[in-house]
């Protein structure tokens, strides 16, 4: 773990040092978390030297409104509001991109969580990306990063995208976050919590929302795998701490059908150590 914290620190150090408008993406999620930590750890004792925003997709749950409030309160993250707002009956509005997002704020850098296990960029495993905004569908100008050599030269018009966690796991990440005490949303913790059923999984119920009869549900000991899903997923759990998530992480069995599911993603990774 101090191999990829202290690469981490200095991608995130070679990054900001070469930019003169950078920025960190920040969420709810643990690789935000993790992210929020190195970058203050990077620079301690000093403030950190970019804003740090937070984009609000409406995403309402009073356990997940807390924690949110807690840590823009603490390090004063910078809300971004997409246009329109995400309603809380609507389905899933397309996110902006980074580049949209660097466009608008008017940015050349901007620090990501994304990890190298997770196959949904087109940078996935790489530290640096360039794209140029004049031409945004094309596929970035990746940078790779021998012997620990980063490039982070940029022409002009070109945005980087920087990923200090391209090397972790989710394994890691959970590790890191017990090892280092970081805050977490409560709802990656298992507790007695509304839940409905749908098909073959239970979906999270805002208990501070009237409930209509689609909304009827049950009180079960539950915890949400992933906060990125709209609505929230949640898997039956009794891991109320740290060690007994990542102790059932580990367990959990691996099938076909399952292959994807955020449950399961760390066996999968423990078997490909193997």
Known sequence: MQTLESEAIEIIREAVAGAQRPAMLWAEGKESAVLLHLARSSFYPRPLPFPVFYLDYGQRNPELNRYRSDQIAEFGIRLLTPTPPLAESAAQTPCPSVQQIARAENLDLVICGLRHDEGRHAAVGQVFAAQDPAHPLTTPDLRPAPWGLYHTHRRTEEILEVF??????????????????????????????????????????????????????????????????????????????????????????????????????????QEDRA
């Open 164 to 269: 200090p966690l391209a090397h972790w796991t989710a394994l890691d990440v959970w590790l890191y976050i017990e090892s280092e005490g970081i805050p977490i949303a409560p709802l990656y913790l298992a507790a007695e919590r509304w839940v409905r059923r749908s098909g073959d999984r239970w979906i999270l119920i805002d208990p501070d929302r009237p409930r209509g009869v689609a909304d009827r549900g049950e009180p079960r000991w539950v915890r949400v795998p992933s906060l990125a899903e709209r609505p929230l997923i949640a898997v039956e759990s009794r891991a109320e701490t740290l060690e007994s998530l990542i102790a059932e992480l580990l367990e959990a069995p691996v099938t076909p059908e399952s292959s994807q599911d955020p449950v399961t993603e760390i066996q999968g990774i």
